[in-house]
C-alpha cells in the first residue's frame, strides 16, 4: 500500500481528532484539516505524513492476525526451506551465476522482512492449492 493511502486509511479510522493525536504526535488541527474533502495532500509536511503512516503500519503489525497462523507459519518455513534449497542448487557456469545467486540469496532475505509481501505470497500460495485440489476431484 502507498504512503498516501495508509495515511487516508489512517484519517478516515473511527478514532476522534483527539485519539489521533494522542497516538500519532499530529495536531487535532491538522487531523481535523486533513479530514476535509477539500484538503490538498501535497501540502501537508513530510513529517505528518510520516507520522501518519507509520502510524499505519505500527497498528497493522500488531493486530495481523491470521484465521490459520499455524498454516501460514509453516507456509513461511517452507518457502524459507524451499529457497534455500533451491539456491543450493545452483552450480555457476559464470561470474554472471555467481552474482545472481547472491541477488536469490538477498530476495529471499527480503522477502521473509516484508509482512505484506508475504501475506501476498500465501494467499497466491493457497489459491494455488485450491485450483489444484479441485482439478484432481
Known sequence: MDTLSKIKSVLSSDLS???LEKRTGVTRPS???MRKDTYDF???SFQIG???ANYYDEQRESTLVFK???AFLSFT???DQFMKDTI???VPESINDEAMKEVLIRINSEVLKDSYLLEE???VYKDALRKKQKAQE
Open 31 to 33: 487531523i481535523v484539516n
Open 50 to 52: 510520516e507520522k501518519l
Open 42 to 44: 501535497s501540502k501537508m
Open 88 to 90: 543450493k542448487e545452483i
Open 17 to 19: 481528532a483527539y485519539e
Open 68 to 70: 490459520d497462523q499455524g
Open 77 to 79: 518455513s517452507t518457502l
Open 121 to 123: 505470497l500465501y494467499t
